[in-house]
């Protein structure tokens, strides 16, 4: 057993298919598929549920992914903490963000990069529960978006201040809304929301049901791009999370904050706190609480 086979291994987990995760691993299909059955030969074993394609991992093969993964982060762990002996900080941080956090982090990664030239960033879109679940099988090393107070009391957790909900329109539809509107301010004005499902549009919809309202979008996405996109064109207005750097002197936009109350989850970034986090989360998660201590 060596350990590119623990992260073809993990890989396959990843990507759920043999072509991309070789692909990812940069060796051929055929190379990796064999490491996997020597994997499977030397523990004796099945570990991966074939037929024409993957099909997911036998029991037996989940308990070793989750061992592997554990290992695949120590040796990971093991390469840095050399680099930091040197007094450097190397690789690629893993960050999975919920989309409408609206977190400004460019900050953070300027900073981060400035003090550490080998760092670099890989940001993906996700749930709340996928960056918990991410976190958790060591295959991110950052959270960020909004979760429930118990859940960051398992975590390191860095909350974001509370900044509230704004009402993004264009000029012509700012123009009928007082300088901080109410939810009963926005009836007859077309709406760009969150898609149904998502935290924040739970969150809106609750708000505005409890002021007799039911919201009923003219365009719906699970990205603040595109809902901004859509207020620029001056479709409609948009109701999303306050803080983003989007806002800062976007072309075209006016910005009013509406009076609702907080959400019960919280924004946060969180990194794992049983001694397993990386040192590059270590790193990020620093140079987070330097520069918003500053802000």
């Known amino acids: 057993m060596d350990i590119k086979q623990l992260h073809y291994l993990c890989a396959l987990a990843e990507h759920r298919h043999f072509g991309r995760a070789a692909q990812a691993c940069c060796v051929t299909q055929p190379t990796l598929s064999m490491r996997l059955r020597q994997l499977e030969q030397e523990l004796g074993v099945a570990l991966v549920r074939r037929g024409k394609q993957f099909e997911g991992f036998t029991p037996e093969g989940e308990r070793v992914l989750a061992r592997a993964q554990g290992l695949l982060g120590q040796y990971n762990n ?31 990664l300027a900073g981060l990069r400035h003090r550490h030239q080998g760092v670099a960033f890989e940001i993906n879109d996700m749930t709340a529960d996928a960056i918990l679940d991410g976190l958790n099988q060591n295959t991110l090393d950052i959270g960020g978006g909004f979760f429930e107070p118990e859940v960051l009391n398992r975590f390191d957790s860095l909350a974001l201040p509370e900044q509230g909900v704004v009402v993004a329109c264009s000029p012509d539809w700012s123009r009928r809304l007082p300088a901080q509107p109410e939810p009963q301010d926005l009836q007859g004005l077309p709406l760009c929301l969150p898609k149904a499902g998502m935290y924040f549009r739970q969150y809106l919809d609750t708000q505005f049901t409890r002021q007799g309202m039911v919201l009923e979008p003219v365009l719906t996405s699970d990205s603040v791009y595109r809902l901004m996109h859509w ?15 989007l806002f800062n002197g976007l072309p075209g936009v006016h910005c009013r904050p509406l009076a609702l109350p907080a959400m019960a989850r919280i924004g946060a970034l969180v990194m794992r706190n049983d001694g397993r986090a990386s040192l590059l989360a270590r790193g990020f998660f620093a140079m987070a609480k330097e520069v918003w201590q500053h802000r």
């Not at 207020?231 to 750097?245: E, M, N």
């Open 78 to 108: 093991l390469r840095l903490e050399v680099d930091a002996m040197k007094g450097r900080l190397t690789g690629t941080v893993r960050l999975g963000l919920v989309p409408l956090s609206c977190m400004d982090l460019s900050p953070v």
């Open 231 to 245: 207020v620029q064109a001056g479709l409609g207005c948009a109701l999303v999370p306050a803080g983003s750097v």
